[in-house]
Nanobody, 122 residues
Framework: QVQLVESGGGLVQPGGSLRLSCAAS????????MGWYRQAPGQQRDLVAH???????NYADSVKGRFTIFRDNAKNTVYLQMNSLKPEDTAVYYC????????????????WGQGTQVTVSS
């Protein structure tokens, strides 16, 4: 069994910063891909940022230059540092991990965190 536990959301004023974290535990051999999506009320879930085990990253255009994704492979944890936050960043943020469970299989299984609310408002 695999669990992803998120933390770090909350209420912040425009221009402020937050850091989200997401830790994977359980039957994990490796995690080639990790990332974050977000979903605002009435909207679809959109990719925010993505990182590989080799630290290659990709960002949505709307967050480039403001958000940074990074990971600690020893702790199976991915982070999202969010700076210069805007009201339009308000959403529930979900982390995901594409997990390889053992050395004998290349199959990846996607797991999701429980979601954490980020509200940007004055």
């Amino acid at each position: 069994q695999v669990q992803l536990v998120e933390s770090g959301g909350g209420l912040v004023q425009p221009g402020g910063s937050l850091r989200l974290s997401c830790a994977a535990s359980g039957s994990v051999f490796s995690i080639p891909f990790m990332g974050w999506y977000r979903q605002a009320p009435g909207q679809q879930r959109d990719l925010v940022a993505h990182i590989t085990s080799g630290n290659s990253t990709n960002y949505a255009d709307s967050v480039k230059g403001r958000f940074t994704i990074f990971r600690d492979n020893a702790k199976n944890t991915v982070y999202l540092q969010m700076n210069s936050l805007k009201p339009e960043d308000t959403a529930v943020y979900y982390c995901y991990s594409d997990i390889r469970k053992d050395i004998w299989s290349q199959t990846l299984f996607r797991y999701w965190g429980q979601g954490t609310q980020v509200t940007v408002s004055s």
